[in-house]
Nanobody
């Protein structure tokens, strides 16, 4: 069993930055492939970024060059660095863990956090 807790969300102006940590419980964190998803109001949850157990990363096209996913296995934490934020990045950001490498489909996620809200003002 893995419990995920996101933090770091908030209100930021367009062009600003945020860092979202996701703290995981359990001693097997390093074996999980981790991902960030987001859900904007009235829209479906979408994949944002993923990092495998070997730290191979993947991003959706709209965030490439702006967002960076990383992990610190010693701290059982995965991070999402959000730079050059745009109003369209406004969403609840969810952390997820999966044993399925490395396609990061919603249905493959085994565990979810409860989300943290990011609001980007124009």
């Amino acid at each position: 069993q893995v419990q995920l807790v996101e933090s770091g969300g908030g209100l930021v102006q367009a062009g600003g930055s945020l860092r979202l940590p996701c703290a995981a419980s359990g001693r097997t964190f390093s074996s999980y492939h981790m991902a960030w998803f987001r859900q904007a109001p009235g829209k479906e949850r979408e994949f944002v970024a993923g990092i495998s157990s070997t730290s191979r990363t993947d991003y959706t096209n709209s965030v490439k060059g702006r967002f960076t996913i990383s992990r610190d296995n010693a701290k059982n934490t995965v991070y999402l660095q959000l730079n050059s934020l745009k109003p369209e990045d406004t969403a609840v950001y969810y952390c997820a863990a999966t044993t399925t490498c490395c396609r990061y489909y919603y249905v493959d996620m085994n565990y979810w956090g409860t989300g943290t809200l990011v609001t980007v003002s124009s």
